[in-house]
């Protein structure tokens, strides 16, 4: 595109694709043997289109007029309106899904670039498809036939979207205090009563009827996360004559700073006694059915915020370039021309750093959908084993990762727009306030320091699997003639890393409270280390590329900025390590044992 | 009714030229459909299709000329939704305009075609001539840089607005016959078949493929011919000199006084 935002770059899609996650090597898989590369570069193409020609123009207008709230209705931006269709013909929304239900079996590692086009260009214009996703593939794995047939193909159609109703004023990060009750009728659906809130995409007018999948208490289930069930509430009920009202009412909106496009709501149900809902597989179940959805909308959401920090680093890249500011240090001359901003060493900096973040945690991401492809489609059943195993530690990594991380990043992007970045004329204000909500939707930032270093690093050979991992990429990156002290410095830290958690573990079993103290470090190291992993696999790639020789003017160029983002990454974060592990071995008690009144 | 669209793959025009030996450097270039032919394959389609029907009003064939392994484009137009494909396997660098025109004209005549759509020019070389050349070849009626086409299908003839430096132009065509399309055909209300109804509007511009679409495309069927297969034969006429880039713009002059700016433009650039 001439002199636009180009959101991601194409060249560095392509080279994490097949150059560093060998996306070629899923289509030996018999579930993905229908497709080519070409599929892979022709869907790419059509979503960064779609991105760049239609999302992307209408990110500022929906950012700048929020949807209302009239008459107990939601209207979204007009452009909605024909935004939707256009993403559900593209067909996003089923992309990954089989092709029994609709979908076209793409592996996700791919579906997941196409993803992170649209959700740069316009991120609350692509989530109403990611969350009818989410919704219709939980009703796909765990729903009977019926419910798929009347509301699952629906929602892969697009003619009905979903969302996801977890939270309620006193239950947010704690879902075993929910309260919304379901009492089973006759006909063998639930009566259903409570309140719900912050709701993505619950209510709009760009479809004819929404979904909500909903936790709920059966009446008479046990206290607890064990007495929560999951229930598919349409808004309108499908009746035989059609959609007929279903007592589900838009109570209020949440008026947020950032993610303007997709309305967040409070939705009431059941408040004439005349909302009825469906039990969607076994009673009691509904929390861990909803974690597989959870776990999907944490990887968008880990997703979103590296395409939000890459939108923002090349609107921040092309300012830089074009800006003239200031003259070279050693060259004063007043009567010389000023130069473009990016001479200056220390905005060079903030580009690199951003490029790191940004370029890292998407090569993180793509891991993970790379180990969710193998985890459902490996031949080999230990691969299998392996990759979930691996997959479910790397969750809230890359989701924080991404979130925090991000938002580092698009405070960057502002920064070096300087004066004018902090304005609303300029678009990184926008992307820092929707940055914003990614270290809190989803698990906060703290609920995935506790759950990683709680749960999931604990996982009998979970560390060791990552550990593994690691040292293939080492031996990998040594045999390409990468220095050997970086490859050193990785393996130390990972090593490191792995021994504090048998350390804590060992220490603290009968004391979580103690084992816990540091979890927001230990997610820390945790995202230093994988996301230099990552660099070290990207430094791999390229420093086999430019060992080749013979390339173009811009490839050199591509790869040697592969380099140097790897160095700055290696050498100036993952030294953070060392001292935040003994910050949590040593158990440092400044914020542990400040009692509450002493603030 | 059988409907020709041609294909040409260009390197990306936002991407920026580069040089080497006298030339233009294609070795890192991404290859992309020329915007006027995707066009082209959107106008054909808009005739083709009844909206809110399933009926197909014409078979949409697209033509790609060039090694038949780089067919990404012609893929996209089949993703589009074109029925099949044609190849005609020749190296593109060596064929000059004439020659294309007499592959495409062949294949027309070959397949008994009823209207070749074409767009009006390629975005890499702006040579414009393509169409009109394989109108003169076949002998039929022409209609260039249309904005509008409207297809009587009683009367098997089309009528095309096309753009002329005043205004538009309104042409009727007989079947068969070569058209070319400029820009503005794919604005919403551009094309109308007699079966679509009137009012309905497109989307502006041409279509994507969808997912189902480009999977959809591999199963439907490519023919590979060769020029002499068409009895062409290959060769060119044109030769490249050489390439090189404009020469950069010269700063301009300030001037002090209004009688000093109307010194120079009457005595130095003479426009007054």
């Known amino acids: 595109m001439t002199a636009g935002n180009p959101l991601l770059s194409d060249r560095d899609v392509a080279f994490l694709l097949y150059e560093v996650h060998d996306a070629a090597a899923l289509l030996r898989l018999p579930a993905f043997a229908d497709h080519d590369r070409d599929t892979f570069d022709l869907f790419l193409a059509n979503a960064r289109s779609l991105a760049r020609e239609v999302l992307y123009p209408a990110y500022r207008p929906m950012d700048e007029a929020a949807p209302t709230f009239t008459d107990g209705r939601i209207k979204v931006h007009p452009r909605m309106r024909t935004i939707w269709p256009r993403l559900c013909d593209l067909g996003v929304i089923t992309a990954s899904r089989p092709v029994d239900v609709g979908g076209q079996q793409l592996p996700r590692t791919v579906a997941l670039l196409a993803e992170a086009y649209l959700m740069a260009a316009n991120l609350g214009a692509y989530c109403y498809a990611g969350l009818t996703a989410g919704a219709a593939h939980l009703i796909e794995a765990f729903g009977s036939d019926d419910l798929k047939d009347r509301y699952m193909r629906r929602m892969y159609a697009g003619e009905w979207t979903g969302t996801m109703a977890l939270t309620e004023p006193q239950a947010g990060s704690s879902l075993a205090d929910i309260r919304t009750r379901a009492v089973p009728q006759d006909d063998g659906t639930y009566a259903i009563q409570g309140g719900k809130i912050f709701i993505s995409g619950g209510d709009h007018d760009i479809a004819d009827n929404i979904v909500h999948l909903t936790l709920a208490r059966i009446d008479g289930a046990p206290a607890g996360i064990k007495g929560i069930s999951l229930f598919a509430i349409p808004r309108l009920w499908p009746g035989p004559d059609g959609l007929v009202d279903n007592d589900v009412s838009t109570a209020g909106m949440i008026h947020k700073i950032g993610w303007r496009g997709l309305p ?92 790191a973040i940004v370029e890292g945690g998407l090569s993180l991401l793509i891991e993970t959908a790379r180990l969710t492809d193998l985890a459902h489609h490996a031949d080999d059943e230990e691969v299998r084993r392996r990759s979930a195993l691996l997959l479910d530690l790397l969750t809230p990594i890359a989701k924080s990762f991404a979130a925090e991380r991000g938002y580092d990043s698009n405070a960057l992007a502002l920064q070096i727009h300087g004066g004018y970045g902090y304005s609303s004329e300029y678009l990184p204000e926008a992307w820092l306030r929707d940055q914003k909500l990614n270290s809190i939707h989803e698990g906060t930032t703290t609920i995935h320091g506790l759950d990683l270093l709680g749960r999931r690093a604990l996982a009998p050979g979970a560390l060791q699997t990552l550990g593994r991992e690691i040292l293939q990429t080492c031996s990998q990156a040594q045999a390409a003639g990468l220095d050997l002290a970086d490859v050193v410095a990785l393996q130390e830290a990972a090593g490191a890393a792995g021994a504090l958690i048998a350390e804590l573990a060992g220490r603290h079993l009968a004391d979580p409270e103690r084992m816990l103290r540091h979890s927001h470090d230990v997610l820390d190291i945790f995202m230093t280390i994988t996301v230099a992993w990552q660099w070290l696999r990207q430094a791999t790639a390229a420093r086999r590329a430019l060992s080749r020789g013979t390339l173009s003017t811009d490839d050199d160029a591509f790869y040697r900025g592969k380099l140097q983002a790897a160095q700055y990454w290696l050498r100036t974060e993952l030294p953070r390590v060392a001292p935040l592990v003994r910050l949590c071995r040593d158990e440092e008690d400044s914020y542990a044992n400040t009692r509450p009144e002493w603030f | 009714m059988k409907i020709l669209v041609c294909v040409k793959r260009i390197p990306d025009p936002d991407e920026s030229l580069k040089f080497a030996g006298g030339g233009l450097d294609y070795s890192a270039s991404k290859w992309v459909p020329n915007a006027f032919d995707e066009y082209a394959i959107e106008t054909a389609l808009r005739l083709a299709e009844v909206v809110g029907g399933t009926q197909r009003l014409a078979e949409v064939i697209v033509l790609g000329i060039g090694p038949e392994s780089q067919r990404q484009q012609l893929t996209q137009f089949l993703a589009m939704g074109a029925d099949r494909g044609i190849i005609v396997d020749a190296d593109p660098d060596k064929l000059d305009t004439a020659t294309v025109s007499k592959l495409i004209a062949a294949v027309f005549k070959k397949e008994a075609a009823d209207l070749l759509i074409a767009g009006k020019l390629s975005q890499d070389n702006e040579g414009g001539q393509v169409p009109q050349r394989v109108a003169g070849l076949l002998d039929v009626p022409q209609a260039s840089f249309a904005a509008t086409v409207e297809w009587d299908q009683a009367a098997k003839a089309l009528t095309v607005g096309r753009e002329v430096d005043d205004g538009v132009e309104v042409k009727r065509v007989p079947l068969p016959a070569v058209v070319s399309v400029d820009l503005r055909i794919v604005l919403p209300k551009s094309v109308k078949n007699g079966s679509t109804p009137a009012t309905h509007a497109y989307q502006e511009g041409p279509r994507l493929a969808s997912l189902k679409g480009i999977t959809m495309a591999k199963r439907k069927p490519v023919a590979v011919l060769k020029p002499s297969d068409l009895g062409v034969a290959v060769g060119t006429n044109e030769q490249v000199v050489g390439v090189a880039a404009p020469p950069a713009r010269k700063a301009g002059q300030k001037v002090k006084t209004v009688e000093e700016l109307f010194e120079k433009l009457t005595k130095e650039a003479k426009v007054i």
């Open chain 1, 264 to 355: 967040s709501l409070v939705i009431n149900f059941g408040e004439r006694g005349a909302c009825r809902g469906e039990l969607v597989g076994y009673p009691g179940h509904g929390l861990s059915y909803m974690f597989q959805m959870m776990n999907e909308a944490r990887l968008m959401v880990g997703l979103n915020g590296v395409a939000t920090a890459a939108v923002a680093y090349h609107e921040s890249l092309a300012y830089a370039r074009e800006r003239r500011q200031g003259r070279p240090a050693g060259r004063r001359d007043p009567h010389s021309p000023p130069v473009p901003i990016i001479e200056h060493a220390d905005v060079r900096r903030m580009l690199l750093r951003q490029k």
